[in-house]
């Protein structure tokens, strides 16, 4: 049966610590994820070809238009020019062309012994023979009755016609010559063919042979047009259809064009696509994943705090990103600016008065990302809204740091004032950077919602505070500081009822602070229980030492059982007291266990000493419990010491210190401290702390002489 209930036990607080933790994030999770899935559902807008748009669309991301950018190619590769390439080397080569011509034909004139008398079969050999040595030419294309000219010619006539050929080729290659341009230079050369010297037989034999050799030496290059083309297109960047720009304007004409647009930027596709939204789910699970990191570093730093505050931590949380997601409707308005009124600072600062400062700024940059993206959802022009999300950002930062430690709740004007401040100078550069005219009635609205942003900050923390601390029972620095005031009812009533006991009060909550901050424990904790650790003397006061100001003790007339049960009574008392005031658990239990178990030895002594009987030691020990936390133990040992001190006649430095190590040791060997997780090394810090406090109080001072007389100074 002990091993069954054992092992209920174990599950029991598996589920607490374990399952519980992971269905927070599991829920904190699947809050933001249901808050961000705008993001990634289709946005199809209502629009049909050839009618009038009724809004502007934009398209949510940036995407290639490779139809269009095909066509701008296209249109570079057609209006890019033909190369063309100048052959400045092709007259003389045209030139020595000719020469092998002539050389040709008065070679086989020669062998063929042809002349003017030669019969027609002779000069059709001869008009063979030369065809036949010049087929290895591109530009022998000479009519017979040109070779025959030229044969039949004299040898003189012969050279007179080479010359003038060649130096009419050279002369009309010597510039670029285009195809366009050939038949004019062709013509122009055979006009200025001389006609002194030339007779019509020869001339119009020189003409064909212009006309066959002078050729285009600037002519169409396929290879530098092609690589031209080639590098146009090259050139060409990319169609892009940017995240955000409009694709059709309200009012205007659906065309075929922009159908096609929409259609890809995917706002007409019908069909389902899984990993946007897979991709949301890596993103929250990002988000979660540093949660419960900050979360976890902050538990294993202060082992105190319960789960409780994650719960706490994960409510405000996600109510934030519930409030930016509530805000984000607001820019439907259309109001300019009205995006700045989100008070995302108020998360910030609530996280940092019940956490920690850290934690604070961590969820201020998360909350600033989902943000970013929620505003992003609401604009449907982009996923992410990088304008607000650094707004957000450093509003909440500044939310996270303008409280001071030992604030109280925070003060709506000095508070807001320093938020709003923040704010409307982010707004402020952030509308520089846009380099953009200045509207003052625009720039007016965005300033005045930032700073109204900060004040509403301050308001909903001042409102939601005490829902926190009476909802999870929270004692925020906050709620400590507001019970450390003289002017709280408890405290009237022992200053008033028992004023001994007060400044004894005064005392140790002086002690305990300061042994607590040495050791990392929770000073104002310690302080603010120092404070009421003592109210249950108010039920007897005159039956304690520091109360008694008249000197008489009514523990002279009465038992030491009875005494025993008075003094003994006053934690309980006490604690009973503080419950009626509804004071925080941390505050009662501490004013509980502040005597431990610890031994009443005046009255047990006194009490052996009457009795004839041995007593029992155990009716004479407070009924505990020991103190559980390291802020107890502080206090225990601070009110003990104390006392003792304050009972000592004529301190000094040396009779303090050895009875606070005689009194630590006692504490110790008795076991008081068996309950708390409070090391060796913190006692002996906390013993340290608490000698030189002492020391400050109770060191040696200057004994003036009873009958000073003062000597009159002669000032004459």
């Not at 890019?80 to 062309?97: D, R």
């Not at 709740?409 to 409307?424: C, D, M």
Request: with cysteine; charged share 20%; net charge neutral.
């Amino acid at each position: 049966m002990t091993l069954q209930i054992q092992f209920r036990q174990k599950i029991k607080q598996f589920a607490l610590t374990y399952l519980a933790d992971w269905s927070i994030l599991l829920i904190v999770g699947l809050i933001l994820y249901g808050l961000m899935i705008g993001s990634v559902l289709p946005k199809n807008p209502n629009v049909k070809l050839h009618e009038i748009a009724t809004t502007d669309i934009q398209s949510p991301i940036d995407t290639v238009d490779t139809q269009a950018t095909h066509a701008k190619r296209q249109e570079a590769i057609g209006s890019t020019p033909s190369a063309y390439a100048y052959n400045k080397n092709l007259g003389l080569m045209q030139v020595e062309k000719v020469g092998d011509l002539f050389d040709t034909i008065a070679s086989v004139k020669k062998e063929q012994k042809i002349s003017a008398d030669s019969d027609q079969d002779q000069i059709n050999t001869a008009i063979k023979m030369i065809s036949d040595r010049l087929s290895d030419s591109a530009d022998s294309h000479l009519s017979d009755n040109t070779l025959t000219a030229l044969l039949t010619a004299s040898d003189h006539d012969l050279q007179i016609a080479e010359d003038i050929a060649s130096t009419g080729i050279y002369e009309a290659m010597n510039d670029k010559v285009g195809w366009n341009d050939l038949e004019r230079v062709q013509d122009k050369a055979s006009a200025s063919l001389p006609s002194s010297v030339l007779n019509d037989k020869i001339r119009r034999a020189l003409n064909d042979v212009l006309h066959s050799y002078i050729t285009a030496n600037y002519s169409f290059d396929a290879n530098a047009t092609k690589q031209n083309k080639q590098e146009a297109a090259r050139n060409v960047d990319n169609v892009v259809i940017h995240q955000g720009e409009v694709i059709v304007k309200k009012g205007e004409l659906v065309t075929n064009d922009m159908i096609r647009q929409l259609k890809l930027v995917g706002l007409l596709d019908d069909h389902f696509n899984v990993i946007p939204f897979v991709g949301l789910l890596l993103f929250t699970g990002f988000i979660i994943f540093i949660f419960w990191f900050e979360y976890y570093r902050f538990k294993e730093k202060h082992p105190q705090y319960s789960v409780k505050f994650l719960y706490i931590y994960a409510i405000i949380f996600s109510g934030a990103a519930a409030l930016i997601k509530l805000c984000s409707y607001l820019k439907l308005t259309n109001v300019t600016g009205i995006s700045f009124l989100v008070p995302l600072a108020m998360a910030s600062l609530m996280i940092r008065i019940l956490l920690n400062e850290r934690i604070a700024i961590v969820s201020g940059f998360l909350l600033s990302v989902v943000g970013s993206v929620l505003f992003g959802i609401s604009a449907k022009a982009a996923l992410f809204d990088s304008t607000l999300g650094i707004y957000l950002f450093f509003s909440s930062l500044a939310g996270a740091m303008v409280l001071r430690k030992r604030q109280a709740r925070p003060k709506i004007i000095q508070t807001g004032g320093l938020i709003a401040l923040v704010n409307v100078l982010v707004v402020l550069s952030l509308l520089m950077f846009q380099n953009t005219p200045f509207s003052p009635l625009n720039t007016g609205l965005s300033l005045g919602f930032a700073a109204l942003s900060g004040f509403l900050s301050a308001i909903l923390t001042n409102g939601l505070m005490p829902l926190f601390e009476t909802g999870f029972s929270i004692l925020s620095p906050i709620r400590l500081i507001e019970l450390s005031n003289p002017n709280h009812p408890l405290l009237r009533k022992i200053l008033i009822e028992a004023p001994g006991t007060y400044h004894h009060s005064l005392m140790v909550a002086n002690l305990a602070e300061r042994a607590c901050e040495v050791i990392g424990a929770n000073g104002l904790l310690a302080r603010v229980a120092a404070y009421y650790h003592d109210v249950g003397k108010t039920k007897r006061p005159k039956f304690f030492v520091e109360n008694q100001m008249d000197g008489v003790n009514p523990h002279d007339k009465i038992s030491p059982q009875l005494s025993r049960t008075i003094i003994i009574s006053h934690p309980y008392d006490g604690a009973d007291i503080l419950r009626q005031y509804r004071m925080p658990k941390e505050i009662i239990d501490i004013a509980e266990q502040h005597h431990g178990t610890t031994l009443i030895k005046y009255f047990y002594v006194k009490a052996q000493e009457q009795s004839d009987k041995p007593i029992d030691e155990s009716e004479f020990r407070y009924p505990g419990p020991k103190v559980q936390t390291k802020e107890a133990a502080v206090v225990e040992l601070a009110d003990s010491i104390e006392a003792a001190v304050r009972a000592m006649k004529k301190p000094n430095p040396v009779k303090v210190n050895n009875l606070v190590k005689s009194i630590f040791n006692d504490r110790l060997s008795d076991g008081q401290f068996d309950e708390c997780k409070i090391t060796l090394k913190e006692l002996k810090s906390v013993e340290k702390s608490i000698d030189e406090t002492l020391r400050g109080v109770y060191h040696s001072r200057i004994e003036y002489p009873k009958d000073l007389k003062m000597k009159k100074v002669n000032t004459k």
